[in-house]
Nanobody
Framework: QLQASGGGLVQAGASLRLSCAAS????????MGWFRQAPGKEREFVAA????????YYAKSVKGRFTIAADSAKNWVYLQMNSLKPEDTAVYYC??????????????????????WGQGTLVTVSS
């Protein structure tokens, strides 16, 4: 139901845009998130967008470089990644969690809170 794409091999300083196609059910009341997992490390939060699209959340490590966006129906969710660094190298996953109502009442950073996951797309940033 979630399929991420757009990963690849780039040099430091370059940009990539990841896409996540959501299908099979309505995701209108769902917040959408991006996580990443580097080799030997735990999965970590990258960015999230609230169900209404009005609230954006970012990890400190990517704030100012990455931008999350989605269409109103959340059929597509994007992660624009600029000024990429070697430490951004990881498999990137999109995820969805049911989060209607007050967007600020939810934890978007914990993977276990998400209901659906995509298969991941590999981003490799060379120095």
């Amino acid at each position: 139901q979630l399929q991420a794409s757009g990963g690849g091999l780039v040099q430091a300083g370059a940009s990539l845009r990841l896409s996540c196609a959501a299908s099979g059910r309505p995701f209108r009341d769902y917040a959408m998130g991006w996580f990443r997992q580097a080799p030997g490390k735990e999965r970590e939060f990258v960015a999230a967008i609230s169900w209404d699209g009005r609230h954006l959340y970012y990890a400190k490590s990517v704030k100012g470089r990455f931008t999350i966006a989605a269409d109103s129906a959340k059929n597509w969710v994007y992660l624009q990644m600029n000024s990429l660094k070697p430490e951004d190298t990881a498999v990137y996953y999109c995820a969805a969690r049911l989060a209607p109502g007050n967007p600020n009442s939810y934890d978007y950073t914990t993977p276990d809170k998400y209901n659906y996951w995509g298969q991941g797309t590999l981003v490799t940033v060379s120095s």
